[in-house]
C-alpha cells in the first residue's frame, strides 16, 4: 500500500516570496505519477501540477515547480512570488502507472498569504 | 463548461436515512471516482467506476453503494446514514483510468448525519 505524507500542517508566507511544500511518499512500484492539488476556500480542488515518475525533469507550470527526487521519495512543490489567490489547502496525491485506480492524497498543508 | 456537476451542494440528514449523492459529467469521462474528505485525513477513495457498467470499492466502501448505469452519472448511496458518514464528498473523472489522465473534481457535496 502507499502512504503520501505531508509533514506541515499550515505555512504562512509573505506576498512576493518563495514558499516550499514538503510532500514524502512510501511505494514499491516503480513507475507512478504524483499531483498537486489546490483546494481554496471555494473547496473545489484543483489540479497544479502532475510529475511523471519516468521522467528525471521536473515539472513547472509559470510559478509552481516541484523538486522530484525519486531515490528520496520527495515531491516538493515551490511556489514562487507568492500571490493572495495561492492561499489555500495544498494537496500532496499519488497514483500507480498500472492495476490501480486509486489516488492516495497526503493530509494537506493550509497556505496562507500575508499581504 | 459545467465539468462536473453534484448535488445537493449541502445536506443535513437524520441518522437511520437513505440518501442518495448526485455525480454527473458532461465531458464524456470514461472513469469516474468518490471521495471523502476529513478533517486531518485528506480525501479518501469509496468506489470508483472504469467505465459504464463496472465499478469497483476503494479505500473506504463500508455502508456506500454505487451504479454506473451510463458514462455520464455516478451516484453514490448511503442505505441507513450514520453520523461517522458526516463529511465533504467529492465526485471525480478522468477520461481514463490511471496516472497519466489527472481527475478532475467537482464541488463537492457537504453532508452532515445528526
Not at chain 1, 9 to 29: F, G, I, K, N, R
Not at chain 1, 72 to 87: C, E, N, P
Request: charged share 15%.
Amino acid at each position: 500500500a502507499q502512504t503520501v505524507t505531508q509533514s506541515q500542517p499550515e505555512m504562512s508566507v509573505q506576498e512576493a516570496e518563495t514558499v516550499t511544500l514538503s510532500c514524502t511518499y512510501d511505494t514499491s512500484e516503480s513507475n507512478y505519477y504524483l499531483f498537486w492539488y489546490k483546494q481554496p476556500p471555494s473547496r473545489q480542488m484543483i489540479l497544479v501540477i502532475r510529475q511523471e515518475a519516468y521522467k528525471q525533469q521536473n515539472a513547472t507550470e509559470n510559478r509552481f515547480s516541484v523538486n522530484f527526487q525519486k531515490a528520496a521519495k520527495s515531491f516538493s512543490l515551490k511556489i514562487s512570488d507568492s500571490q493572495l489567490g495561492d492561499t489555500a489547502m495544498y494537496f500532496c496525491a499519488f497514483m500507480p502507472n498500472f492495476g490501480n485506480e486509486k489516488l492516495t492524497f497526503g493530509t494537506g498543508t493550509r497556505l496562507t498569504i500575508i499581504p | 463548461t459545467a465539468g462536473i456537476t453534484q448535488a445537493p451542494t449541502s445536506q443535513i440528514l437524520a441518522a437511520g436515512r437513505s440518501m442518495t449523492l448526485r455525480c454527473t459529467q458532461d465531458m464524456r469521462h470514461n472513469a469516474m471516482y468518490w471521495y471523502r474528505q476529513d478533517l486531518g485525513l485528506g480525501l479518501r477513495l469509496i468506489h470508483y467506476s472504469n467505465t459504464a457498467g463496472t465499478t469497483g470499492k476503494g479505500e473506504v466502501p463500508d455502508g456506500y453503494s454505487v451504479s454506473r448505469a451510463n458514462t455520464d452519472d455516478f451516484p453514490l448511496t448511503l442505505a441507513s446514514a450514520v453520523p461517522s458518514q458526516t463529511s465533504v464528498y467529492f465526485c471525480a473523472s478522468s477520461e481514463q483510468g490511471g496516472g497519466n489522465q489527472p481527475q478532475h473534481f467537482g464541488d463537492g457535496t457537504r453532508l452532515s448525519i445528526l
